[in-house]
């Protein structure tokens, strides 16, 4: 089966510098890596996700980045806010879905 | 509101209680999901359906015996818990299971305190 490796477990930037966390999958067959972000208590919620056709997606502040030839594709948040705060997990998904261990973000005000 | 609703949100029971969780989806899809998440870990998918059949039990106590009666509705019944199963339980459903770029909905979780 898939292996979603994710990478770094926690992370703590300065408000305003950007974030990057990385994700690498095993299974070619995977065509579809969605990113989501759980806050504090809720659950997670997906924010922006990627399909293997695609090398780059951007939404506001937030873009991925995949290459498959790698298999690694990368959750990129610029600008980041106090509210950016939370734990994300990437996901690879072919026949089924495949979390990442989750990133542990904190921006420090 | 994603469309998937757990209740309880919050359960706390003792080791020799039986309970149930429950989850609904009015978003009309096949599969459905529950999943573990304790503090500080990962996501642990426990088990998954789709069109009402079981295709995944990823090696999960006996003490923890899902039902799907319907496409619409998921149940997780617990019994005999353990101390160590105190965690939020979260249910999800997607349209089938993750081909050709489906997305995974989650609920709000039910938080399990197993005293």
């Known amino acids: 089966g898939e292996n979603v490796e994710q990478h770094p477990s926690t992370l703590s930037v300065q408000e305003g510098d950007s974030a990057v966390i990385k994700c690498t999958y095993s299974?070619?067959?995977?065509?579809?890596f969605p990113w989501y972000k759980q806050e504090l208590g809720k659950r997670p919620q997906l924010i922006i996700d990627?399909?293997?056709?695609?090398g780059e997606k951007k939404d506001q502040r937030i873009a991925v980045t995949l290459n498959k030839t790698a298999k690694h594709f990368s959750l990129h948040i610029t600008e980041t806010q106090p509210e950016d705060s939370a734990v994300y997990f990437c996901a690879a998904t072919g026949n089924q879905f495949y979390f990442g261990t989750g990133t542990s973000l904190t921006v420090i005000p | 509101e994603t469309g998937v609703t757990q209740t309880p949100r919050h359960l706390v029971m003792g080791m020799t209680n039986k309970k149930s969780l429950k989850c609904e989806q009015h978003?009309?899809?096949?599969?459905m999901y529950w999943y573990k998440q304790s503090a500080k870990k990962p996501l642990e998918l426990m088990f998954v359906y789709n069109f009402k059949e079981q295709t995944e039990n990823n090696s999960v106590p006996s003490r923890f015996s899902p039902e799907c009666p319907n496409s619409s509705h998921l149940f997780l019944h617990l019994h005999t818990l353990q101390p160590e199963d105190s965690a939020l339980y979260l249910c999800a459903s997607s349209q089938d299971l993750g081909q050709g770029g489906d997305t995974i909905y989650f609920g709000e979780g039910s938080w399990l305190t197993v005293v």
């Open positions: 990627i399909r293997s056709n695609v």
């Open positions: 978003l009309g899809h096949n599969a």
């Open positions: 299974d070619s067959a995977s065509n579809y």
